[in-house]
């Protein structure tokens, strides 16, 4: 990205920006009936659309995998029947929940008279950035629209294809149900320069959500002038202690990894108690190798591994404990307590997702108090932290950050709080 914008570049973010603004205000007052119409509509035209989105979606395989994309890569660019089913799912989740605009809150009187609440409104417009998971496009229209924000995406060009046939159908599930089209604007111009100027556009867009890799997000921090709600790594831990339930942890384990190697949500670090490692990582191991995993292991764990016969048994480095993988590689560590296994998570952890396997109420409340990640898991698996599985229908990402919005974004993280004062007649003294 540059800092400067071309002329031409600028003017078409003018022209979105102003779209979507005046789209914003019709938005924020449409019924609750209206929007889940057509949300309900748009899963109606992705089930009917189906073999053209697979067509589209195709296409972007077949080039992404002529450039040499990771497997892990074109597993989230990947639109299967089950991911398509999972959209539509959404959707009528989102359109099933409560409507959060015009929600009044903690109205409470005071020695005054007046009284003092809080009204849920909408933000306005949303600028989202994001790379290979085509998914988004229809998680993010959803969520923008049922909490009565517009919304300009820009998805990532191996996705192009994909994401310009979603765009089509969200147009006409808007034209059916009589709203605007601006409502949601997708960019499909691979020219990179227009997220500099999407992240710069502060008169027409209100807050970016990125999702990204790593690099993406520090050129947006350094460049953005417009809010951010961010999405960082994703180096998520499972600590097992010392009286955890074994076979539990056994097969929790196996889920938080291997269930999909590619999502922000999959583990990438495993902390062992001390008092159960020889007991627990052998069979652990076993489960892992035997589904492609490349361990990598502190010392101590790779000597109880070599030492119950597993050859290839890679040594950990330093930069291990602070790598997202996304990948079918597991890092694994001995640790002497929970305090121990708080202390590394919260020195290399990316603050997304951790859990504890333990039956031990002590060890629990210490785990889910002192953790500082944005979501904190008691005997499941971190694969869970997710806006569908939260019952949020879905989400516009899992955000790292303390202010705002904090873990899975749902419709309520796209909102704001305005105050209500309600008087009788009262006069300040």
């Known amino acids: 990205m540059s800092s400067t914008i071309s002329a031409q570049n600028a003017e078409y973010m003018k022209h979105l920006g102003e779209k979507a603004r005046k789209a914003a205000t019709i938005l924020a007052k449409t019924p609750a009936q209206v929007k889940n119409n057509t949300l309900n509509t748009l899963a109606d035209l992705l089930l009917k659309n189906a073999e053209k989105i697979y ?104 996705a192009r294809c994909s994401n310009q046939v979603l765009g089509e159908c969200i147009q006409e599930a808007l034209r059916l149900n009589y709203l605007p089209e601006e409502s949601v604007q997708v960019i499909t111009n691979p020219d990179r320069e227009l997220v500099g100027a999407l992240i710069t556009a502060r008169k027409y867009v209100d807050v970016i959500v990125p999702r990204g890799g790593k690099s993406l997000i520090s050129r947006l921090m350094e460049e953005a002038t417009v809010p951010m709600i961010k999405h960082l790594d994703g180096i998520c831990h499972t600590y097992v202690d010392m009286s955890a339930d074994l076979e539990l942890a056994w097969k929790v384990c196996d889920n938080a990894k291997t269930q999909r190697f590619s999502p922000c949500n999959a583990m990438e670090t495993l902390l062992v108690n001390k008092n159960i490692a020889a007991i627990f990582l052998p069979k652990m191991a076993s489960i892992y190798l035997e589904k492609g995993v490349e361990l990598r292991c502190d010392p101590e764990s790779r000597e109880i591994l070599t030492d119950a016969g597993f050859d290839d048994i890679k040594t950990a480095s330093e930069e291990d404990w602070s790598t997202e993988y996304n990948a079918p590689i597991l890092s694994i560590k001995i640790v002497s307590s929970v305090d121990k296994a708080i202390e590394h998570i919260n020195q290399y952890g990316s603050k997304h997702t951790d859990s504890i396997i333990t039956n031990n109420l002590v060890s629990s409340q210490k785990f889910l108090r002192e953790v500082d990640s944005s979501s904190i898991m008691l005997n499941t698996s971190t694969r869970f932290a997710d806006g569908f599985e939260y019952g949020l229908g879905a989400e516009i990402g899992i955000s790292n950050d303390k202010l705002h919005a904090r873990g899975p974004v749902g419709l309520e993280g796209l909102t704001s709080l305005k105050y209500i004062v309600i008087g009788h007649g009262e006069l300040r003294k």
């Open 55 to 158: 067509l589209a979606n195709e296409k972007d395989l077949i080039a992404g995998k002529e450039k040499g994309l990771s497997e892990a890569f074109l597993d989230r660019l990947t639109i299967s029947e089950k991911v398509l089913n999972q959209m539509c799912i959404g959707l009528k989740q989102i359109a099933g929940l409560n409507d959060p605009i015009g929600e009044i809150l903690e109205m409470k009187p005071q020695p005054s008279g007046i009284q003092v609440g809080r009204m849920r409104v909408p933000l306005g417009v949303i600028g989202i950035i994001y790379e290979s998971r085509p998914n988004v496009t229809i998680d993010a229209a959803a969520l923008c629209l049922k909490s009565g924000n517009a919304v300009i995406l820009r998805g990532g060009s191996d």
